[in-house]
């Protein structure tokens, strides 16, 4: 009970601590540099009788926390957009704050004094990408000028309290080698998908939420020739393609407050066709985009794209559901349309204590009596690991085209 109540009081220091310097900082004469405002919280601080009961490392905490929502865009956050071994950020209301690092789940210990300070945050990350959120337009998926994808939903929806995830990308781009040293693929698949890539085989990556899709079809992309001209649609910007030069970058746009503006995935893949590319990738397909995107992987376009879902047979199962989102065509006819524009998938999956692996790397084969013929080339063992199941693969025209041995 002793510490509730000196969470509490802590909590209520900061909040009247904070009002005290915002007034002091706004009465000030001159600007304020970020040393001049901690020298500001400081004497504030220790000036406030309450804070004589505190520890000298809860002081440093508290004028910290102060400082950060003062002085900095994200508030109590900075810290933690600063660390680079976080990986994810997750806002459950204003005292829950969880992360990740290196694929563990922790509780920061940091909170938001009021859910009024983490919503005044959210409104700020919404106006630098140029959005808005309230009660009106409640949820927000935007990403921040460093490419970290965010996602807020506000407080008449979100019943704990407003909720934001930010989602961290690194820094440095990761490469193939990169994953090699991470066990999360072998070398010899690492070549066998370096080969099918250059020759043009639309490849699909599929697997479950943080699996690592984004970050694998960034690495894919740089065996993507150099000499090819390449059309990127997002939903949200996010891919960094490692080498590309002829690129094309297309994003979606959400309708304004009118409900116009809009301009959706579907309109882009059909815009892309129109700009002579080589490759399309597509970010991620969710929807009725599905079929825009198999249409144009069948017309002679090299694609790549991801999707979610818990294994290749599962993915399947999803574009056809996706499909049907768009027209209702018999199910043979959908089949016959992911068969012959997807080559090759690769699913990715998160394995506990192991991290991020790559689990199988099929190719779809073709159909046999309106079932998929997947032709399984790595698989995943919990006891060796990825491993070649001594599958070859069968439809070998476009590494022939591209005089490329397999």
């Given at each position: 009970?002793?510490?509730?109540?000196?969470?509490?009081?802590?909590k209520?220091?900061?909040?009247?601590?904070?009002?005290?310097?915002r007034?002091?900082?706004?009465?000030?004469?001159?600007?304020?540099?970020?040393?001049?405002?901690?020298?500001?919280?400081?004497?504030?601080l220790l000036?406030?009788?309450?804070?004589?009961?505190?520890?000298?490392?809860?002081l440093?905490?508290?004028?910290?926390?102060?400082?950060?929502?003062?002085?900095?865009?994200?508030?109590v956050?900075?810290?933690?957009?600063?660390?680079n071994?976080?990986?994810?950020?997750?806002?459950?209301?204003?005292?829950?704050?969880?992360?990740?690092?290196?694929?563990?789940?922790?509780n920061?210990?940091?909170?938001f004094?009021?859910?009024?300070e983490?919503?005044e945050?959210i409104?700020?990350?919404?106006?630098?990408?140029?959005?808005?959120?309230?009660?009106?337009?409640?949820?927000?998926?935007?990403?921040?000028?460093?490419?970290?994808?965010?996602?807020?939903?506000?407080?008449?929806?979100?019943?704990?309290g407003?909720s934001?995830?930010?989602?961290?990308f690194p820094?440095?781009?990761?490469?193939?080698?990169?994953?090699?040293?991470?066990?999360s693929?072998?070398?010899?698949?690492?070549?066998?998908?370096?080969?099918v890539?250059?020759?043009?085989?639309?490849?699909?990556?599929?697997?479950g939420?943080?699996?690592?899709?984004?970050t694998?079809?960034?690495?894919?992309?740089?065996?993507?020739?150099?000499?090819?001209?390449?059309?990127v649609?997002?939903?949200?910007?996010?891919?960094?393609?490692?080498?590309?030069?002829?690129?094309v970058?297309?994003?979606?746009?959400?309708?304004?407050?009118?409900?116009?503006?809009?301009?959706?995935?579907?309109?882009?893949?059909?815009?892309?066709?129109?700009?002579?590319?080589?490759?399309?990738?597509?970010?991620?397909?969710?929807?009725?985009?599905?079929?825009?995107?198999?249409?144009?992987m069948?017309?002679?376009?090299?694609?790549?794209?991801?999707?979610?879902?818990?294994?290749?047979?599962g993915?399947?199962?999803?574009?056809?559901?996706?499909?049907?989102?768009?027209?209702?065509?018999?199910?043979?006819?959908?089949r016959?349309?992911?068969a012959?524009?997807?080559?090759i998938?690769?699913?990715?999956?998160?394995?506990?204590?192991?991290?991020?692996?790559v689990l199988?790397?099929?190719?779809?084969?073709g159909?046999?009596n309106?079932?998929?013929?997947?032709?399984?080339?790595?698989?995943y063992?919990?006891?060796?690991?990825l491993?070649?199941?001594?599958?070859?693969?069968?439809?070998t025209?476009?590494?022939?085209?591209?005089?490329?041995?397999?």
């Open positions: 009970m002793n510490t509730i109540i000196s969470i509490n009081k802590q209520e220091l900061r909040r009247s601590i904070t009002s005290a310097v007034k002091a900082i706004n009465e000030y004469e001159g600007a304020v540099s970020d040393e001049k405002a901690r020298g500001i919280i400081t004497n504030i000036a406030d009788v309450r804070a004589g009961v505190l520890s000298l490392r809860e440093r905490q508290i004028a910290d926390s102060i400082f950060y929502t003062v002085r900095c865009e994200l508030g956050l900075t810290p933690l957009m600063e660390d071994e976080i990986t994810e950020i997750m806002v459950n209301g204003a005292g829950s704050i969880y992360v990740e690092r290196g694929g563990h789940m922790e920061s210990s940091l909170t004094d009021s859910a009024e983490l919503e945050v409104r700020r990350i919404a106006a630098g990408v140029h959005r808005e959120i309230n009660e009106m337009i409640p949820i927000l998926d935007a990403r921040l000028e460093n490419g970290d994808r965010v996602n807020a939903v506000y407080k008449n929806v979100a019943l704990g407003p934001l995830s930010i989602r961290k820094k440095t781009a990761l490469t193939m080698e990169r994953l090699i040293e991470f066990g693929i072998t070398q010899e698949a690492a070549e066998f998908l370096k080969k890539v250059a020759a043009g085989y639309n490849c699909f990556i599929s697997g939420t943080s699996s690592g899709k984004t694998f079809l960034n690495i894919l992309s740089e065996y993507i020739p150099k000499e090819e001209r390449i059309v649609i997002e939903d949200s910007a996010e891919l960094k393609l490692i080498g590309a030069e002829n690129i970058r297309l994003e979606c746009r959400s309708a304004n407050v009118h409900g116009k503006g809009e301009v959706n995935m579907e309109s882009l893949i059909r815009t892309s066709l129109r700009m002579r590319p080589d490759r399309i990738i597509i970010g991620e397909v969710r929807g009725g985009e599905c079929a825009e995107m198999l249409q144009a069948n017309t002679g376009h090299s694609g790549m794209s991801t999707g979610h879902a818990n294994s290749i047979e993915m399947l199962r999803r574009l056809e559901a996706m499909y049907l989102q768009k027209a209702a065509f018999p199910i043979e006819a959908i016959e349309q992911i012959q524009g997807i080559d998938i690769v699913h990715l999956g998160r394995i506990a204590q192991k991290g991020r692996k199988e790397i099929a190719e779809i084969q159909l046999n309106n079932k998929f013929i997947i032709n399984s080339i790595f698989n063992k919990f006891d060796q690991g491993i070649a199941t001594g599958n070859k693969i069968v439809n025209d476009k590494l022939k085209f591209a005089g490329i041995e397999i």
